[in-house]
């Protein structure tokens, strides 16, 4: 199973997936927990996500929604797979061109930024459906947030971005200090949605059962 593939866990080890009260934040602090109409994000008290922030931003597109789950952990059904292992500072969700059926109206969307990551290794004995070890770690942030299909265009924000990802290198991924600096720039001006933007309406997602069985 290569880069792209995911099975959710078995049924009974969703409870050893990190949940908002027990976020496994740096230095141990809790964070403040809010729901504004159509988002879901957390910040911790005091950290302001974006001032100074010039990091490595991992940028990739996702093909359905509920990884991350509404709880913050990035790698819940085992989405991006050994990526979430990577070295970044931050992550920027973004619909694929063409979803899964059901999860068609988060394409080319901005569906959700975390910035800040706490990684926690999945604990030996919770396997993913398929009865396989998941192949990266639970990946949560100091700064979340989660919009999926009520989220900014891509195009409309970052139009270099977009253009690079979707009509140029159709690439499944980039780590934003790899890009041109004015692309670096509009990568910049997404992480700053976190600050800024509020959606008009609540996401589906947040009714949604889970799904079964998901490809990532």
Not at 99 to 105: F, I, L, M, R
Request: proline residues 8%; hydrophobic residues 30%.
């Amino acid at each position: 199973m290569g880069i792209g593939d995911s099975a959710p866990p078995r049924p009974g080890v969703m409870d050893e997936i990190p949940t908002s009260g027990d976020l496994p934040l740096a230095r141990g602090r809790k964070c403040v927990t809010f729901s504004l109409l159509g988002d879901l994000g957390r910040t911790e008290p005091g950290y302001n996500p974006v001032r100074g922030h010039m990091g490595q931003t991992l940028v990739y597109k996702r093909t359905h929604s509920g990884d991350p789950n509404t709880s913050g952990t990035f790698g819940c059904d085992d989405c991006m797979g050994q990526v979430r292992d990577y070295r970044f500072d931050a992550v920027i969700g973004v619909g694929g061109k063409r979803p899964d059926p059901g999860s068609e109206d988060i394409a080319l969307k901005i569906n959700w930024i975390g910035i800040d990551p706490t990684r926690k290794i999945v604990p030996p004995n919770v396997r993913r459906r398929d009865g396989k070890r998941f192949r990266g770690p639970w990946v949560t942030f100091k700064c979340f947030r989660l919009w999926e299909e009520t989220g900014r265009d891509l195009n409309d924000v970052a139009p270099r971005l977009f253009k690079r990802m979707f009509e140029e290198k159709h690439v499944r991924l980039v780590m934003s200090r790899s890009l041109p600096l004015e692309i670096q720039e509009e990568v910049q001006d997404i992480l700053a949605l976190v600050n800024t933007f509020q959606p008009s309406r609540p996401s589906r997602v947040f009714q949604r059962t889970r799904s079964t069985k998901r490809k990532c």
